[in-house]
Every structure is written in C-alpha cells, then in structure tokens.
C-alpha cells in the first residue's frame, strides 16, 4: 500500500508539471526527439538522385534493373530515466535537495513523452541496480514512474554509473533516448558510457548545488560525504581553501563535461538554486536546431 503522503506528491507533481508540458516541453521534446530511428517501409525503381547505399542488391539482381529502399520515420520511441538514488542527491541548501529535483525533472520528461505516444522506463541505481521499470505507454505508467522514483527507499548510499550503464546495455535492446540525471559524483564510468552512447541516444542531465562549488566564508565548518561517511573540518575564513574548494570543484566540472563532449553527449547543467526549466528549453531548442 502506498502512502498517502507519497499519492498527494505525485498528484501536485503532476499538477505542476502539466503547465509547462502542455504549453512548453511537449513541443519541443517532440520536434526534438520525434523519428529518431528509421523502419524500411517498400522498395521502388531506382531513380536518379537516389541513394546509392538504400540499393536492394537482391531486388536488383531478380529484376535485372536497380531497386532502392525506402524507409519511414519510426514515431514510437522509448525514453528511459536512468536517476541516481545515492545519498549525495540529499543535499540542497536552497529550497530543493538534488534528488528533489531529479524526480520533478523526470516527471516533465515522461509526461512529455506519453504526450508524443512514447514509451517510457526507469532504472533506479545507487551502487546496485536498485529498481527496473520495463517501458511502456500511458499515463497511468507514467505516475508509476513517478510514485516509484518519490516511494523508493535506497538500499545503498554510494554511486556506480558504470554498473547502471553496464546494466541499461543488458536490458534495453532497442534503441532509446537515455536520458542519465545524476550529480556525477563517480569514477571510471568512461568506457560503459561510451558502449552505451554507441548503442543509444544518451543525454546527461548533471544536478550541482552552489555549495558543492563554492563554500561561504562562516568560520568552521564539518562537512560530510554522504556515500562514505567521511567527515572533514573546514576552516572557510581561510580564502586559499575556499579557493582550492573552488578550483577542484570546478576541475571536475569541466573534466566531465570534456568527457560529454569527446563523445558528442548532450548534456545539461542544473542547479538547485535556479529554475530548471530554463536550461531544458535551451538544451532542447539547441538539439532541435542541430537535428533540423
């Protein structure tokens, strides 16, 4: 049985959200993600022009003159939200925690992507594949979705994108849009994401709160990891930690984002502190306009 409490946050999710997909997301997500892959539909008389790699060699040898392919945009597509559960999503020292706005993020998405006829899935990870939600179509899947990513408790505090992306090439043998939100904080993930990348449409959507790159200068503070436990005392009035803080958190940031680029992953950066919908509208107008 679910709690009541988890049912009234899917339902003011939902409320919240169908505003901006109605009015903004939908659109675009379609004009950006729509036919992505191709299904062959008939084969027609060669004519001048063609392509010459859509030939039919078989129809050509029997008709004694050339045949081409021709192929139909798919319309289906299937999105998949891979969310990375771990502890570090418990942070936000604004209004919203990461993980808080991973799920919101998650809810525009699958509910832009029922509204294209879509289907859609979940893969809930921390260090362990922690829940698979096989896509399908539908609203009612899509607040299953939804309640899934709000209702589940983490078994584990830690992150291994490598094994979720590992996982994701295991069970997901068509082609997909990927859609990975996560803050990153992980090692070695290089290689699976770049089998993944080959074999799907990924998009990484990276969660950052302001305190992670830059500390205030309040005297001394204890900070935690919170996926190993590890607690570190602070002195902020000093500027040269504030700025090796600054500096090696901001290495990472354009180190992964090097990393996105050299395997041509779009990618988008949100933070706690401002609105999300903005940076999705420009992920999503920059995408549409590179793919038309």
Not at 102 to 117: P, T, V
Not at 161 to 179: D, G, P, Q, W
Not at 230 to 243: G, K, W
Not at 263 to 292: C, G, W
Request: neutral net charge; aromatic residues 10%.
């Amino acid at each position: 049985m679910i709690p009541t409490e988890v049912l009234k946050k899917v339902r003011r999710i939902e409320i919240a959200t169908r505003g901006l997909v109605n009015d903004v997301f939908a659109g675009e997500y379609h004009s950006v993600f729509k036919g992505r892959g191709m299904d062959f539909s008939e084969v027609r008389e060669y004519s001048i022009g063609d392509d010459i790699r859509n030939i039919d060699w078989n129809v050509t040898a029997r008709m004694g003159h050339p045949y081409v392919k021709i192929f139909q945009e798919e319309r289906e597509l299937t999105v998949m939200l891979m969310v990375d559960a771990s502890s570090s999503g418990n942070f936000g020292s604004f209004q919203q925690m990461k993980g808080e706005i991973a799920i919101e993020i998650c809810a525009l998405l699958a509910f832009s992507a029922i509204k294209n006829n879509d289907k859609v899935g979940l893969i809930i990870f921390t260090d362990k594949i922690e829940k698979f939600v096989p896509p399908k179509k539908g609203k009612t899947h899509v607040l299953r979705v939804i309640r899934e990513l709000f209702y589940h408790q983490p078994q584990s505090s830690q992150t291994n994108i490598a094994n979720a992306l590992e996982y994701l090439s295991r069970v997901l043998r068509r082609r997909s849009v990927v859609f990975l939100v996560s803050d990153f904080i992980s090692e070695n993930y290089e290689k699976a994401l770049q089998i993944a990348n080959k074999k799907h449409d990924m998009v990484a959507i990276s969660i950052t709160d302001p305190r992670e790159i830059e500390l205030p200068n309040v005297g001394f503070i204890e900070l935690e990891d919170a996926e190993t436990g590890e607690t570190y005392l602070l002195d902020t009035t000093d500027p040269a930690i504030r700025q090796s803080f600054f500096t090696q958190a901001n290495t990472r940031k354009l180190e992964r984002e090097k990393l996105f680029k050299s395997m041509n992953i779009d990618f988008v950066d949100i933070y706690t502190h401002q609105s999300y919908v903005e940076p999705l509208i420009r992920f999503f107008r920059m995408r549409a306009k590179r793919f038309h």
